[in-house]
């Protein structure tokens, strides 16, 4: 299997900040726990070789200024790439729940009343 031809829109597309990538973390520790969880990934292990790693890793790099602490961040953001380079393998319950982390950090931004009150 190959990668990705190109970088997922939905994941390299957005401006990260700590903030996105936090919230994307703690939502990943909560879907863990789900009683599904074990089987979805188990059911995308072999597909591993389409994530791209290393560039998850260096815009989590990039964006928290570090590595320490990253770890639960780029797995968030790994198995969401998984949902969306496979979603012929998964349910739609499945990529829900894979993809819950990816959109908590999406919509961990600033909201637009926030820029309402700014202006």
């Known amino acids: 299997m190959e990668k990705s031809a ?3 829109d939905r994941i390299f597309g957005i401006e990260w900040t700590p903030e996105r990538l ?3 973390a703690a939502s990943y520790e ?6 599904s969880f074990n089987s979805t990934v188990v059911r995308l292990a072999s597909r591993t070789d ?4 290393p560039s998850l890793r260096a815009l989590v790099t990039r964006t928290m200024g570090r590595v ?3 770890y639960w961040m780029v797995a ?8 969306l380079s496979c979603p012929e393998l998964l349910t739609e319950e499945q990529s829900s ?4 982390p990816l ?6 931004g600033p909201s637009d009343r926030a820029f309402a009150y700014a202006a």
């Open 97 to 100: 729940l894979l993809l819950t």
């Open 6 to 8: 190109a970088p997922l």
């Open 22 to 24: 936090q919230a994307a």
């Open 50 to 53: 389409r994530v791209d790693m």
């Open 68 to 70: 320490e602490g990253t």
């Open 103 to 108: 959109a908590a950090g999406e919509n961990a």
């Open 30 to 35: 909560v879907v863990q726990s789900h009683t």
């Open 76 to 83: 968030a953001l790994a198995v969401a790439h998984l949902a």
